[in-house]
């Protein structure tokens, strides 16, 4: 049996190009992860106070304050890489 040619100039497969790299979406990558962690360390830390709480450590109303202020700071600045990547990709 024949073999059947392609059409000429024609490629077996369309291959597309690597996007440029964007420094500004690179350091808003590589900042998402260690906020992820900050943010975990931090909900740790209210725990600690929870428990130092429950303990009747006198000192515990200010470790929980301070791990829930720092927290939510910090998961509004997560939330702003996370506008950041997604705005960079568009």
């Known amino acids: 049996m024949p073999r059947i040619k392609p059409a000429p100039g024609k490629c077996g497969r369309a291959r597309t190009a690597k996007p440029a790299a964007d420094p500004v979406t690179d350091i808003a990558i590589k900042m998402h992860q260690p906020m992820e962690e900050a943010i ?12 130092m709480n429950e303990l009747g450590n006198d ?17 509004e600045i997560d939330d702003f890489c996370i506008d950041l990547i997604q705005a960079a990709r568009a």
Do not use: D, F, M
């Open 40 to 51: 975990a360390l931090l909900r740790a830390l209210v725990l600690v106070g929870h428990g």
């Open 59 to 75: 000192e515990a109303l200010a470790v929980l304050t301070l791990a829930r202020a720092a927290s939510a700071r910090l998961a």
